[in-house]
């Protein structure tokens, strides 16, 4: 399983409370991640990257095991630690939310 | 007896205000979207129970809202509260925060650019909704106008967006983003005629479609923008702030635009200039009084760069001859020492007799005037600042 931490507004609009633990198939990377929130919260859809292409939205950030990953492919793969549950991958919103 | 139920956009969530025909006693209900822009929030006039509202953030992008029960609850469109957000195969029910600009095969529109503060081209980049209009006679077809300009339309309840991509054919190459970006803030719906639609740009100027939005036609003549533009006389390019129309003269349109107040007697064709004996005619919103077609209502505001009432005293003026000339409405509004503004989409009326007045300040006031301006009191003083209000007369 996979644990992903929502920045507060869109665990609101998500309806959820804490973690979300998410099944990925095949390589756990960026976009397999965000696709498998994507695809059980569609709600989130546009929120989190841009609809058409995909791309981070400007002020959301992505960190993992003290890495900010932001800026790294979003096919690369993602730490054994995020692979394997030991710790979460993140979504942050940039500067305190505003 | 009637009730009114005022509906307030603001930068952190919305509020919902209701009375009862005195409008004197006020239940506040609110913050919806807690710490969310609402830019906009309107009611259909076909159904009043059902509500949109745009809910933005620079962070987090667009939310499209709806309620079907006068704002008791909200729910993005095609996902019901309580009902499972995806369909038995997984697929979302709706796409409902889905803008995206028209470049399909079909039309064989490329997906063009506009101009950048620099007059560099740059392309269209959705950003947010800045206004809603719900259809007046079918509660699922509502319209969006949004940054960078465009205008959307959902026939679904706000399930699905499509442009209605001919608008930024109209010289959308020379459009360009004002203060407050590249904005479709204005969308006004002809009872007359279901065809015609104007929509008004920050900054490129006034359309009008009159095929329900195939076509359009910039509707700019008689607009000088002396100091803003290169040819003060362009065909678009202005910054227009404001249009309003009096559902039973839809012939006549009235205007604030950056500097000047402006009118149309001739359904946007020309216009000319009835800013007569204004403080200054800078300013955002502008409206009409219900049961006057010649009434109507503007918050003058200092300059360009200082945006606040001149002399500190916030006074909403007001023209019983259709412009030309103004009375300052003082009584129960702050005289000294006041430094609010009044966005474009912040003012509005309600259709009793006599006829409501409303408006929402940066500094979060909303005043409301039960008697068309002549006296105003205060519904809430301190909400965060007021993106918009809207208010919906109920039987």
Redesign the interface.
Known sequence: MIRVVLPAHLRTLARVDGEVKLHVEGQVTQRSVLDALEARYPMLRGTIRDHVTQQRRAFVRFFACGQDLSHEPPDAPLPDAVTNGAEPFLVVGAMAGG | MSKVRVLVGTRKGAFVLTSDGKRERWDVSGPHFA??EIYHLKGSAADPNRLYASQT???????IQRSDDGGKTWH?PG?PPGEP??TPE?M????S????YDTSPETGKPLTTHQWYDGTPHPWEFKRVWHLEPSLTDPETVYAGVEDAALFRSSDGGRTWQELPGLRGVKGHLWQPGAGGMCLHTIVLDRSNPERIFIAISAAGVFRTDDAGKTWQAMNRGLKSLYELPDPNAEVGHCVHRIAMHRSRPGVLFMQKHWDVMRSDDAGESWHEVSGNLPTDFGFPIDIHAHQPDTIYVVPIKSDSEHYPPDGKLRVYRSRTGGNEWEALTKGLPQRDCYVNVLRDAMTVDSLDPCGVYFGTTGGQVYASPDAGDSWAPIVRDLPAVLSVEVQTLP
């Open positions: 710490g969310w953030s620079g962070w987090f992008g667009q939310i993005q996902t957000t995806t997984g979302p029910k709706g796409e925060n889905k803008f995206v």
